[in-house]
């Protein structure tokens, strides 16, 4: 435990919120550095001549920032994330010549001709019917599609079952405003989506980091982290989980799906990555239909840029549901959904999917081949790869370097919830350039950079210097 003492500044600001904010300022500054444990509630209450009540109201503010994580029984804690930006995106201006190996984007130079799809469409009797109002939920001829897709995904379901969303993130936050409010906690893995970490955070929700091994999170770690606290919720990504590329077997998701059971959560599962999984598709919600949300994404697959996705939702929540379709965007726009509607009955969908895991197959034969130190976890036709770093690297400081070298890769750091400790690895991108010929460029410069580690006491020193 740190001895620390905020220094509070702000006379005018509630203590509580006074509290919180030197805890920010002290964060961003490297006086608390992340994983440091803060002093009890008690003890800093006394050094500082107040309430218990007030350090607990200060502390809870901090972690709805996202700065602090508190675990019964172990204390308060700098959050392992909590100045790594958790956005995938940067809206700084691009540095030419970088290599993209950070995002994992669907290479949509392999995406279905979309001149063809809006001649098609151009000719129709009405197509009009495109520009009007129509149900939130959307047409009924687009669920009755959608419902199609998410059978594909193994989840049974009828057009009723189904809304269509401007995507998966758009589902993820129709669910999270829809069936939750701030202050509650979810459950998810230690490493999870950054996207669902920054909405969570917007909209006041907590996560609770549950372990995780090679085979996914850990029922056993689950069940623990609901009986400490109250968790309402449960996220998961079933396969080719983001970023550890593990995929649930469906024993795990049985004893998933029982803990979840035993503790009243609503399930969140966002298959986005399943189009790439081998196996059998047999859907944790699936067990749980009556408490679950079942998320079927297509833009890693086809039109990201047209954003639509379909969500399977309980008959007892379709209405709030489509409410909060309305309150966030009243409806996806219908032309979009008929491009991507199209193209899933037509079988563009499978045969641009094809052309993709043929392409990732390609791409990963070449990680294979040329990152051959640390360990890969990799399942053959990826759009990224999880590396565990050789020793003495940390993600963060490799993250560094090779963007100095004009390689943007992500650490394990934007990846971690709360207090979980960040392993020493990056989540590297495969498709994040058209040319495989840039890919095993990057992949050459981030080899020369993990085999030699006097790069990163080099950079330590002139951080500190």
């Known amino acids: 435990m740190t001895k620390w003492t905020p220094l509070i500044e702000a006379e005018d600001t509630p203590l509580y919120l006074a509290l919180a904010d030197a805890i920010e300022r002290d964060v961003y500054a490297g006086t608390l550095q992340p994983g440091t444990r803060l002093p009890t509630h008690r003890n800093l209450a006394d050094d500082l001549s107040v309430n218990v009540s007030t350090i607990t109201r200060g502390y809870l503010e901090a972690e709805r920032r996202g700065l602090v994580a508190s675990t019964v029984g172990r204390g308060t804690f700098v959050a392992v994330d909590a100045t790594t930006p958790s956005a995938m995106v940067s809206f700084e201006p691009f540095s030419p010549g970088l290599i993209e190996m950070g995002l994992a984007t669907p290479m949509p130079h392999l995406d279905p001709d979309?001149?063809?799809?809006?001649?098609?469409?151009?000719?129709?009797k009405n197509p009009e019917t495109f520009l009007r109002y129509s149900d939130p939920r959307g047409l009924p001829e687009h669920r009755e599609i959608g419902a199609h897709l998410i059978h594909m995904y193994g989840m049974p379901a009828t057009a009723d079952?189904?809304?269509?969303?401007?995507?998966?993130?758009?589902?993820?936050?129709?669910?999270l405003s829809a069936m939750f409010k701030p202050g509650d906690r979810i459950a998810t893995d230690a490493l999870t989506y950054p996207g669902f970490k920054s909405l969570a955070a917007?909209?006041?929700?907590?996560l609770c980091p549950v372990a995780m091994d090679e085979g996914g999170m850990l029922p056993e770690s689950l069940d623990t982290v609901c009986r400490q606290r109250e968790v309402k919720g449960l996220?998961?990504?079933?396969?080719?989980?983001?970023?550890?590329?593990?995929?649930?077997?469906?024993?795990?998701?049985?004893?998933?799906?029982?803990?979840?059971?035993?503790?009243?959560?609503?399930?969140?599962?966002?298959?986005?990555?399943?189009?790439?999984?081998?196996?059998?598709?047999?859907?944790?919600?699936?067990?749980?239909?009556?408490?679950?949300i079942f998320i079927a994404g297509v833009s890693k697959m086809i039109g990201a840029g047209l954003r639509v996705g379909f969500m399977c939702?309980?008959?007892?929540?379709?209405?709030?549901?489509?409410?909060?379709?309305?309150?966030?965007?009243?409806?996806?726009?219908?032309?979009?959904?008929?491009?991507?509607?199209k193209w899933i009955a037509d079988g563009d969908m499978i045969a641009a999917r094809e052309r993709k895991r043929?392409?990732?197959?390609?791409?990963?034969?070449?990680?294979?081949?040329?990152?051959?130190?640390?360990?890969?976890?990799?399942?053959?036709?990826?759009?990224?790869?999880?590396?565990?770093?050789?020793?003495?690297?940390?993600?963060?400081?490799?993250?560094?370097?090779?963007?100095?070298?004009?390689?943007?890769?992500?650490?394990?750091?934007?990846?971690?919830?709360g207090d979980a400790e960040a392993p020493r690895a990056l989540r590297v991108g495969l498709t994040g350039m058209e040319h495989i010929s840039e890919l095993e460029k990057g992949l050459c410069i981030l080899r020369e950079i993990a085999q030699n580690p006097d790069m990163q006491s080099t950079m330590l020193k002139r951080k500190t210097g």
């Open 161 to 175: 079952d189904i809304i269509v969303t401007a995507g998966s993130q758009h589902a993820l936050s129709t669910a």
């Open 114 to 124: 979309l001149s063809i799809a809006l001649k098609t469409i151009s000719r129709r």
């Open 235 to 292: 996220y998961l990504l079933p396969h080719v989980q983001n970023p550890t590329v593990c995929c649930l077997s469906h024993e795990r998701k049985v004893a998933l799906a029982a803990v979840a059971k035993k503790n009243a959560l609503t399930v969140i599962e966002d298959d986005a990555y399943a189009f790439l999984y081998d196996g059998d598709l047999v859907p944790l919600s699936s067990m749980l239909p009556d408490q679950s």
């Open 313 to 341: 939702v309980p008959k007892h929540l379709r209405e709030v549901f489509a409410q909060s379709v309305l309150n966030s965007m009243w409806m996806v726009p219908p032309l979009n959904v008929e491009i991507i509607t």
């Open 202 to 206: 917007s909209l006041g929700i907590r």
């Open 358 to 417: 043929a392409e990732a197959r390609r791409r990963s034969a070449l990680v294979r081949q040329i990152l051959n130190c640390g360990t890969l976890h990799m399942s053959g036709t990826d759009f990224f790869c999880w590396w565990e770093l050789p020793e003495p690297w940390c993600g963060q400081a490799l993250e560094a370097v090779a963007r100095r070298a004009g390689v943007n890769v992500f650490s394990a750091e934007k990846f971690i919830v």
